[in-house]
C-alpha cells in the first residue's frame, strides 16, 4: 500500500492504550479487518465443519452439484461481545446479514450458483485516551480512530459430476466494498489548542478464483478446496491508489454417515495472510469438527471450533469456541428455518474477548 493511502491507519498500527468501543472484533482492527464467515447457518452449527459438502455454504464450489432444484438462502446474525484491552473493558452488540446463495440446475447435471458473503468486516469506533507533552507542557488528549465498512466477495460459480462418485466446481470471486475512515485528536485544553481530524473513503476491489473437488461413497466424503485472491486494491477519494497482497486458501475435509441417525464431519483450511501487511499479520489454520443426530427434519447439529485470527498485537490471536443449533421445514418442504447459537474465545496477550452470537438461516425452494 502506497504511503498515502495509508496515513489514516497510521493511529490503527500503533493502538496501544484503552479500547473505549469497537463495533468489530478488536482483532481485526490492526490489519485489513475481521474475516468473515462462508459456513450457511446450518453449517455453522456444526462450528463449520459441515460447510465444505453443503451446497449453501461458500466454502467449497463442488457442492453445488448436490442441489437439484432451484434454492435461495439467506442468513443473519446477531453478535455480543465482550472485549478487555487490559486498560478497559467494553460490551457491544451488532446485527450482520452475512451469507446469501442462490443456486440451481441449468443443463443436466450442471449447476450454477452464487451469491453474496462477507470476505472482511472493517467496521470500529475506538477512543484512545493517553497525555503528551507539547513545549515542555503535559496535555491530555483522546484520538478517535474510526471506519466504516468492509470487503463483500460476490461469487459466481458452476459445479458437476464427473462419474458416479466424483463432484468438481470452480467460481469466480469478484472483491468489492469500501471503508469510510476517520482520524482525529481532541485536546482536554480547549482554549489553548484545536482540535482536528483527517477522513476519507477507501474504495476496495479485487478478483479471485477457487476449485475444488469432492469424492463421495456410500458413507463417507472426502472434500479438497483452494482459492487465490491475489490482491486487494485500495483507492483513496479517488485519487491516490495502492494494493495489498490477499491470502491463498487451502484445506480439506472429511464426512462419515456413521448410522442413519448420525453423521459426522472435521475439516482445517490454512491461509496464508502474513503476505497482506507487516508484523501484526500472520497466517492461520483452522479446525473444526461437528455432528448432526436425528432425523432431517428436526435434527441436533453441534460443533466445536479453533485456530488463529490473522491480525493482532505481536501474535496471531487464539480462538477456540462451539455451537449448536436445530432446524424445521415448513410450508410443505419449500422452506426452512435454521437457528444457532455460537459462543467464541480469542485471545492474545493481556488482550480477551469473548463472543456470543444467535443466528438464524432461512431456505426457500420454489
Known amino acids: ?36 464467515h462462508w459456513e450457511s447457518a446450518a453449517s455453522r452449527m456444526t462450528a463449520g465443519a459441515f460447510a465444505a459438502f453443503d451446497e449453501l455454504s461458500a466454502l467449497t464450489d463442488a457442492s453445488l452439484a448436490f442441489q437439484t432444484k432451484l434454492t435461495a438462502s439467506a442468513n443473519s446474525a446477531t453478535s455480543r461481545r465482550s472485549l478487555n484491552a487490559g486498560a478497559g473493558n467494553a460490551t457491544v452488540t451488532e446485527t450482520r446479514f452475512p451469507l446469501f446463495q ?8 450442471v449447476v ?19 497525555t503528551i ?39 469466480i470471486h469478484g472483491l ?26 477507501i474504495q476496495w476491489q479485487g478478483l479471485g478464483g477457487s476449485v475444488s473437488v469432492i469424492v463421495a461413497f456410500d458413507r463417507l466424503m472426502i472434500a479438497l478446496y483452494g482459492r487465490n485472491d491475489g490482491q486487494l486494491k485500495g483507492t483513496l477519494d479517488a485519487s491516490t491508489q495502492g494494493s495489498r497482497d490477499l491470502p491463498y486458501t487451502v484445506g480439506g475435509a ?20 502474513s503476505v497482506s501487511s507487516d508484523s501484526n499479520a500472520f497466517n492461520t489454520l483452522d479446525w473444526s469438527f461437528g455432528a448432526e443426530v436425528g432425523s432431517a427434519k428436526l435434527p441436533l447439529r453441534f460443533g466445536v471450533r479453533g485456530g488463529q485470527l490473522p491480525f493482532g498485537p505481536g501474535q496471531a490471536p487464539k480462538q477456540i469456541g462451539g455451537a449448536a443449533g436445530t432446524g424445521f421445514s415448513f410450508a410443505k418442504g419449500h422452506g426452512r428455518l435454521d437457528l444457532g447459537l455460537e459462543y467464541l474465545q480469542r485471545t ?4 480477551r474477548e469473548t463472543v456470543w452470537t444467535t443466528f438464524a438461516g432461512l431456505t426457500v425452494r420454489p
Open 112 to 130: 450454477v450458483g452464487g451469491g453474496y458473503s462477507d470476505y472482511l468486516d472493517q467496521t470500529y469506533r475506538v477512543l484512545n485516551r493517553d
Open 348 to 351: 492474545s496477550g493481556p488482550l
Open 102 to 109: 442462490v443456486a440451481g440446475p441449468v443443463y443436466r447435471r
Open 254 to 273: 472429511a464426512r462419515m454417515r456413521l448410522s442413519p441417525g448420525l453423521t459426522i464431519a472435521g475439516g482445517a483450511t490454512y491461509r496464508n495472510w
Open 133 to 171: 507533552v507539547i513545549r515542555g507542557d503535559s496535555q491530555v488528549v483522546t484520538d478517535q480512530l474510526r471506519g466504516d465498512g468492509g470487503v463483500s466477495d460476490i461469487r459466481i460459480a458452476v459445479a458437476t459430476p464427473l462419474g458416479e462418485h466424483l463432484y468438481v466446481g470452480a467460481g
Open 176 to 201: 468489492v466494498g469500501s471503508t469510510r475512515v476517520l482520524a482525529g485528536r481532541t485536546f482536554a485544553d480547549t482554549s489553548t489548542y484545536s482540535s482536528y481530524s483527517q477522513q476519507g473513503e
Open 1 to 36: 500500500m502506497t504511503r498515502r493511502l495509508a496515513v489514516p491507519f497510521i493511529g490503527l498500527m500503533l493502538l496501544s492504550a484503552t479500547a473505549a468501543r469497537a463495533q468489530d472484533t478488536e482483532f481485526g482492527i490492526r490489519g485489513l479487518g475481521s474475516p468473515g
